[in-house]
């Protein structure tokens, strides 16, 4: 068994600087969620160990900077922000469209700046991300990807070995994802469903083991979306395929969905005979909080019966901290890993943390895969059309629980039919192989 994360903490960062300027770009949604658990983390993990934080914000919404905690000094522009202030990290939270010239101000401006943290995507465009690589390269960075640092993965992790043995073996045969909300009445900026499909395909590239997806078909719509949003693509129903394993994924994700829907379901094929899903739902409502799920079902595949092995709402999120010292949540574990692992000297990091993180070559891996949702590309057939906002629609793929057993059936051999064997390349991973969680026990299928 590994050391607890927090043991190696204390033992390792030691880093000669103790004081640190840190800039919030963005103090809407996403930066206050950053600066609240950045302030955590500043008095009960980084001040015990003598490190202490100055943190800043910058808003051009008086309304956003007004509700900041006292101790965040607040700028209505990076000008103003940065003639006044030296930061050494930077975390990014301004709306997608913004990222690249905040970046370039960034970097032109403050040279010595060390750290960036990022919410995703990391810039609108793969071109741009490639234009900020080499000032990228030069520092540390690490992307929120949120759902990574779901609690689920690590349950899961725990529990597939035996779930294997008892089964016989499991192969995986393919994914369902879907992801998406309705956002026609949405005024921030988007850059339409690319942005939210980094995290049903970085769970299945990172967390599950299956990188570099590629688009094999889809359809696309493409339209106005909201007034922020105006001509974007807002669904997409599609085909990808891990480039490593050769694994098949449908993914639908759409911006004009009834409600928020969240899934990712993996199908494996066990040596007993029988088929297995293992169900990830994410941002559910658990004993009246936010929760993921996780299920896992045995399938009958004469009759198509379910029985479900697995229901559980994980609690207990990793986040480098002594259990229960920070709150349980994503953003939080988000930082808190980022700051732990940034503050660590780079010989000394340990890799079962590091592997939690979204680091400059994943951020451009999945930043790649994404970009494959663009209406240039000649596997996607776009139709342009506005969305509707009174006819909004469902996921294609529910649970399978609602689902009757011929139409459990009939997606199982779906999935089944576009099995083609593992790339010849296969076991040349990319930097995402070295990733923790289901990795490991992708290597076992
Ligand atoms: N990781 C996730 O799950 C997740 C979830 C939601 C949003 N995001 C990402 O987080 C980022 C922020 O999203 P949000 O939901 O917080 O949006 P938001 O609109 O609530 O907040 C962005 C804030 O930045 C400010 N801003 C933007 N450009 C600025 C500029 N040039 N100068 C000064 N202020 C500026 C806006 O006034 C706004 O208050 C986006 O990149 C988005 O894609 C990530």
Known sequence: MSKPLHDDFGAQARPAQKHFQVLVLGAGVMGQRHIASLIEIADKVLAPQGITLDIAAVDRRDDMLKVLPARVTPFADMDSALAAQKPDIAVMAFNDDQHISAFRKLFAERPDLQAVLTEKPLTEHLR??????PELRKRYLSMNTVVNFSPVFDRLTEMMPSIDAAHGGLKPIGFEAIWGKNRTADTRPSIGVPSESVHALSII???????????EQGAAKKGYLSEKAADVIYEIDSTFRSGKTGTPVLFHA???????????????GAGNGD???????FDVKHNGQNADRLRIHRIDRASGAIETLVDEHPSEIVNGAAPGL???DRITAFNSLSMIDFLTPPQKRAPALAARLSNLDAALEVQAEVEQINPQNRLLRVSEMDADPKALGKPKYGSITEAGADAVLARLAALESL????PPHALHG????????LVEISRLF
């Open 254 to 268: 759409s911006y004009v969905f009834d409600s928020q829907h969240r899934k990712v379901t993996a199908y494996y």
């Open 275 to 281: 088929a297995l899903a293992v169900e990830l739902d």
């Open 128 to 133: 741009e991300a490639r234009e900020l690589e």
């Open 205 to 215: 590239s990172d967390m599950f083991g299956h990188a570099r997806l590629s688009l």
């Open 430 to 437: 990319s930097h995402r192989a070295a990733k923790k969680g």
């Open 419 to 422: 099995q083609k064997p593992a």
């Open 326 to 328: 920070l709150r349980a």
